[in-house]
């Protein structure tokens, strides 16, 4: 199995992304019928985002606000919303590389964060790897549990400081930056 079927089939299984998880289910198992049944759960579960076979119906209401502010060397950006392919991954990748270069402590507030797609791992990668060449620390702080199931499914977990809530992760960043 190549890293792109590994995600795919971690994303069907988190129901995060569920088109491309139909597809997945019908090229790997060639199961039409396990492939319908995933579209059709997802369906039901999100119904005003996607058609049962993947066909935007129309645009997901949810989109994502970013609210920024610092207090004792640390920075918190608070997100609302999906991290999702378009706008929202590169608004999220755009904050980080500006605040990474003006602090050395960011927690990243996931309390709000309903959805995240493959577009949005790959920000999360993204301000990781930004905030690391800025010699900047970032935490993800209260995600939920299909978020932290995602992170653990996509063996992303490990790149990232976990905390279970916004105050966890803002004490444990102020005692890296005493």
Known sequence: MNRGEHLLRCLRQANVFAPAACEHDLQVTGNLEKA???CESWAQTYPREWSPHGGQDKEPKLRLSLETRAAENVTVICCKGRIAYGSEAAALSGEVAELAR???QLVIDLSGV???DAAGLGALISVAVTAQASQCSIKLAAPSNRIRQLLELTKLAP????YPTL???TVASRGQAA
């Not at 790149?159 to 976990?162: I, S």
């Open 159 to 162: 790149v990232f400081e976990l």
């Open 114 to 116: 309903e959805m995240i």
């Open 36 to 38: 319908k049944q995933t």
């Open 102 to 104: 003006q602090t050395r």
């Open 167 to 169: 105050d966890a992760a």
